[in-house]
């Protein structure tokens, strides 16, 4: 079952699908170039959690600031980045957004308020509660979220920043995504709650639970805190449960505890599947459409590769520039 859609035109609603294929198409790339030996570092893939990302930022305006995590691709793709500078930065080249010297944890467009994937678990909270401190100073009514996951939740900056955003009313939003694990560890092993939501009340904001593979009840719970952020009301946790269907990064070998069962069981709960269907449903998209969108994601993921890989490597003599400290 999937909530209603809520009143949104057509466009924005196949604009959403879009992107969500748009995600999921980049990190099969992704991953199958990294396994290849193209692309270098590390790639964590958020394959299954799509509807999340989506489903937040499709409420945002552009000058509203995000922050990733190590698993950013689908934030950066949803906030509106470039898939060539994006692709070129996994690839490790001088056109990437971090000039090929950051591979896919560090990507950041602070054009787009993208202010970055982030390799230290929970490090991002701790810059996004002081974008929110920002755009309450500058009193433009703009918003700031947080997204991390259900191991993050457990780290200090998440309890220090809902604080403080909760006393100081900061227009935010954190939005756990709880996909069950933190690396190969169960949530039920570290967490004695079974609903991150439920931590909201410690610090006297709304929490809420919903289903992360339903866009439009991710894109709904996020609309009313923005509204309550917007209005000077405070900051609000939504827990979007969810889960990721790849192992925790790309590497041949990766060990992968999950019962494969449970693997099974999620791709049967696939967001995107869920949105086109639902999408065919109300008339909205048909076999041509979605054959038509299905050919400019790929041909917009062609073209990045295309670029990737035509640029140079940054050189040796480059490789302390932009460093500002030691
Ligand atoms: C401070 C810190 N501790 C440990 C790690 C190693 N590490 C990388 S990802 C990860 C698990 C994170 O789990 P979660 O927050 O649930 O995010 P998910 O990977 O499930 O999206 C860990 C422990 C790290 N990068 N930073
Ligand atoms: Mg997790």
């Known amino acids: ?18 992107q969500m294929l748009m995600i999921r198409r980049f990190e099969e790339r992704a991953s199958a170039d990294y396994l290849a030996g193209k692309i270098y570092g590390v790639v964590h893939c958020y394959i299954g959690e799509e509807a999340v990302a989506v489903g937040v930022c499709s409420t945002l305006k552009r000058d509203d600031r995000i922050i990733s995590t190590h698993r950013g691709h689908g934030h950066c793709i ?20 971090c000039k090929g010297k950051g591979g896919s944890m560090h990507i950041a467009d602070f054009d787009i308020g993208m202010l970055g994937a982030n390799g230290i678990v929970a490090g991002g909270i701790s810059i996004i509660t002081g974008a929110g401190l920002a755009a309450q100073m500058e009193g433009k009514r703009g ?9 993050a939740s457990n780290a200090g900056p998440f309890h220090e920043c809902l604080n403080i ?6 227009p935010m939003i954190y939005v756990c995504e709880n996909n069950m694990y933190a690396a190969q560890t169960a949530a039920a092993v570290t ?10 009340a410690g610090y006297g904001i709304p929490g809420v639970v919903v289903d992360g593979n339903d866009i439009f009840a991710v894109y709904q719970a996020t609309n009313r805190a ?14 979007c449960k969810t889960y990721r269907w790849r192992a925790h990064t790309e590497r041949r070998g990766q060990p992968d ?26 008339g909205h998209l048909d076999d041509a459409g979605l054959r038509s969108m299905e050919g400019d994601v790929m041909r917009v993921l062609e073209a990045a590769v295309t670029f990737a890989d ?17």
């Open 1 to 18: 079952m999937m909530s209603l859609s809520p009143n949104l035109p057509p466009d924005k609603q196949r604009e959403m699908l879009r």
């Open 78 to 97: 949803a906030k509106g980045a470039d898939l060539n500078r994006m692709m070129a930065e996994l690839y490790g080249r001088q056109t990437g957004y």
């Open 143 to 151: 918003v700031a979220v947080s997204f991390f996951g259900d191991g």
């Open 165 to 170: 955003a909760a006393a100081w009313k900061l």
């Open 191 to 200: 967490h004695a709650l079974s609903d991150v939501a439920a931590k909201a």
């Open 226 to 239: 923005v509204e309550r952020a917007r209005a000077g009301e405070g900051p609000t946790l939504i827990e």
């Open 257 to 282: 505890p999950r019962d494969p069962a449970e693997i099974e069981a999620w791709k049967g709960r696939d967001p995107i599947t869920r949105l086109e269907r639902q999408l065919r449903d109300q």
């Open 310 to 326: 035509a640029s140079p490597f940054p050189l040796p003599e480059q490789a302390t520039d932009d460093v500002f400290a030691a």
